[in-house]
Nanobody
Framework: QVHLVESGGGLVQPGGSLTLSCAAS????????MGWYRQAPGKQRDLVARVTTGGIIDYGDSAKGRYTVSRDNVKNTVSLRMENLKPEDTAVYYC???????????????WGKGTLVTVSS
């Protein structure tokens, strides 16, 4: 059984910081890429940041300069440090795993359930 468990969401004031974490559980052989996407009410789900096993990082336009993604390939975790948060960063943040081999099964794409980040004074 596979789970992507996100943590770290919550309420933060504008200008504040927050760190999200995602851990993949199960007997995992490999994960090609892990990352974060976000979806605000009424909007599509967009890339925040993504990192491959080889360390290639892609940031969405909204994340550049303010967010930092990091990944631990041994622990199968990915974290997102968000700084200088703005009200428009309010969204549900989803962890995503791509190309995941778990207990003999392959998952092309696997999503976590999401964690809510609210930026408000």
């Amino acid at each position: 059984q596979v789970h992507l468990v996100e943590s770290g969401g919550g309420l933060v004031q504008p200008g504040g910081s927050l760190t999200l974490s995602c851990a993949a559980s199960g007997v995992i052989a490999s994960i090609n890429a892990m990352g974060w996407y976000r979806q605000a009410p009424g909007k599509q789900r967009d890339l925040v940041a993504r990192v491959t096993t080889g360390g290639i990082i892609d940031y969405g336009d909204s994340a550049k300069g303010r967010y930092t993604v990091s990944r631990d390939n041994v622990k199968n975790t990915v974290s997102l440090r968000m700084e200088n948060l703005k009200p428009e960063d309010t969204a549900v943040y989803y962890c995503k795993a791509e190309g995941m081999y778990v207990q003999g099964s392959f998952y092309n794409i696997y999503w976590g359930k999401g964690t809510l980040v609210t930026v408000s004074s």
